[in-house]
């Protein structure tokens, strides 16, 4: 079950991968990798999500994490914006962005699943205004767009959990498996450039080889080597259009050895080669 968008903008080229559109309301369960800010344009709408109803007024902002089970009712008069973020490649969001252990909570289902924010709480303006800047640069996509949807989508997420609108669970306590991951990719973040291997995770963190694996694919989704992987390729990308470096000198101090496994590897992953990315960025 996808999210269903009306007069939705293109995918910008932003690490949060945005799109914004209106709502489609219906009786349908839905279920979606996004994260979703959402904006009442008009009427009233209510939502049932983890076995809590909340009415939705006029004006109210609410937000959505990725992968909960969600149906709106009473929407006949409604109508909804949102702007939604694609967390599938939680590597590239929060590589040098959001902090990963929001991003896990994010994604995992470690932290609460809806909240919203009404006109008359403190944090109601900035997030207002930041959600019209927001769409606003997608919708245009003026010169540098991007750097005022970062700035905007930063500030929404501060408010949101520095002001407990979305608390992030305690990972200690549900699971061990959860401390173990947390563990193991601390190190492979501060080490991935350095030709970080599944052995020398393994005798760093004092986990088997065996269940480093299965944490990637059980809580991930993603094998040892692909995270590794996506991790050195979206710190090339940003070097390739923050700095000037040679592609064989990016290449290198993103872990790869090989400039002809990085040029393959990248154009796997990006869909173009490294002078070509650079050049369209």
Do not use: W
Not at 29 to 38: D, M
Not at 160 to 171: A, M, P, R, W
Not at 240 to 255: M, R, W, Y
């Amino acid at each position: 079950m996808g999210l269903e968008l009306l007069h939705s903008t293109s995918a910008s080229n932003s690490v949060f991968r945005v799109v914004c559109g209106e709502m489609v309301l219906n009786e349908k369960q839905n279920l979606h990798s996004e994260a979703v800010f959402g904006f009442v344009r008009s009427g009233q709408t209510g939502i049932s999500i983890d076995d809590e109803t909340v009415v939705l007024n006029e004006n109210d902002i609410f937000f959505i994490a990725p992968n909960r089970k969600y149906r709106f009712y009473d929407f006949e008069d409604a109508s909804v914006d949102i702007i939604s973020l694609n967390f599938s490649n939680a590597t590239a969001v929060s590589q040098d962005y959001i902090p990963q252990s929001i991003i896990r909570a994010l994604v995992n289902g470690n932290c609460s699943s809806f909240s919203k924010v009404t006109p008359s709480e403190n944090s109601y303006a900035f997030m207002r205004e930041a959600f019209a800047d927001v769409k606003r640069a997608e919708t245009e996509k003026p010169n540098y767009f991007q750097l005022q949807v970062y700035s905007k989508m930063y500030g929404m997420f501060y408010e949101l959990f520095s002001n407990k609108y979305v608390k992030i669970l305690d990972v200690e306590m549900r699971s061990k498996k959860y401390r173990a991951l947390l563990r193991v990719t601390h190190y492979v973040d501060e080490h991935y450039s350095d030709g970080v291997s599944l052995e020398e995770v393994a005798e760093a963190t004092g986990i088997s080889r065996y269940y480093v694996s299965h944490l990637f694919k059980e809580l991930m989704g993603n094998t040892f080597v692909g995270y590794v992987n996506e991790l050195r390729l979206n710190h090339a990308a940003m070097l390739l259009v923050t700095t000037d470096s040679p592609i064989i000198e990016i290449a290198s101090k993103s872990g790869f050895n090989n400039l002809s496994n990085f040029n393959r590897a990248f154009k796997m992953y990006f869909g173009k080669t490294p002078s070509a990315y650079r050049k369209g960025n």
